[in-house]
């Protein structure tokens, strides 16, 4: 199970912190990603990390403003994001890889949650 937790309404230039709980299976071993999907558009990739927390790689649109790590004691991946603008607007998902290395296709995930919406008025 995956499950997304943080979303919100925030004005321009707010922060946010997202949470992704991932029960059963081997979290530790695993890579994990954060992606968006804005209404009418398609999913974007948005942040990996690899299984150990050591490696992340980023979107050029979030570079810089978006942070993804990993907890593997709380099975627990984050993605603070900063800076937000209204074109952040979309609902978030984390998605689980059952491999140890970083993915920016999102046909190399397994399992995603139901996502988390967030908001960003200008």
């Known amino acids: 199970q995956v499950v997304e937790s943080g979303g919100g309404l925030v004005q321009t230039g707010a922060s946010l912190r997202l949470s992704c709980v991932v029960s059963?299976?081997?979290?530790?071993?695993?890579?994990m990603g954060w992606f968006r999907q804005a209404p009418g558009k398609g999913r974007e990739f948005l942040a990996t990390i690899n299984w150990n927390g050591e490696n992340a790689s980023y979107a050029d649109s979030v570079k810089g403003r978006f942070t993804i790590s990993k907890d593997n004691l709380e099975n627990t991946v984050y993605l603070q994001m900063t800076s937000l603008q209204p074109e952040d607007t979309a609902r978030y998902y984390c998605a689980v890889e059952t491999a140890p290395t970083r993915s920016w296709s999102e046909h190399d995930y397994d399992y995603w949650g139901q996502g988390t919406q967030v908001t960003v008025s200008s």
């Open positions: 059963g299976g081997s979290f530790s071993s695993y890579a």
